[in-house]
């Protein structure tokens, strides 16, 4: 196994690499997130690089999630994340459940939203980290 199995994906491009590689996306975007969270000094330069292309859903749903935690972090939201990820055609409603629809639609942050996914307003967030 090669080091960069061996830790969290550093970068929103990582996640989209190792997923190339074979990797289930939902895992590994949390992972990047634990990341991301714990490395204050590293998020810019996790979010910098622009993820390989993937599939539309996880297209989009990595350039929300680059500019949603630019905009909570007061980061630069990247260029990238603009033209990444314009693929989806239909809404995508996370859980899956008709009885969801109405919440996800109002909560959902604005950077899914406009990419037509419809999320919790807390789906990228963690259980807190142990602190040593």
């Not at 459940?97 to 604005?110: A, D, F, H, N, Q």
Request: hydrophobic share 40%; proline share 8%.
């Amino acid at each position: 196994m090669n080091q960069m199995n061996n830790r969290w994906p550093q970068s929103l491009w990582e996640v989209s690499e190792r997923v190339r590689a074979g990797a289930p996306f939902d895992p590994m975007h949390r992972e990047f997130l634990d990341f991301f969270y714990a490395n204050p000094a590293a998020r810019s330069e996790a979010l910098a690089r622009c993820p390989a292309g993937l599939d539309p859903l996880q297209d989009a749903y990595l350039a929300a999630t680059a500019e949603h935690l630019a905009r909570v972090f007061d980061l630069p939201i990247p260029e990238w994340s603009e033209t990444h990820g314009q693929g989806l055609t239909r809404p995508f409603f996370a859980g899956g459940l008709e009885s969801l629809k109405g919440i996800l639609t109002v909560e959902s942050p604005l950077a899914f939203r406009r990419r037509l996914i419809l999320i919790s307003k807390n789906a990228l967030s963690r259980p807190r980290l142990a602190r040593n």
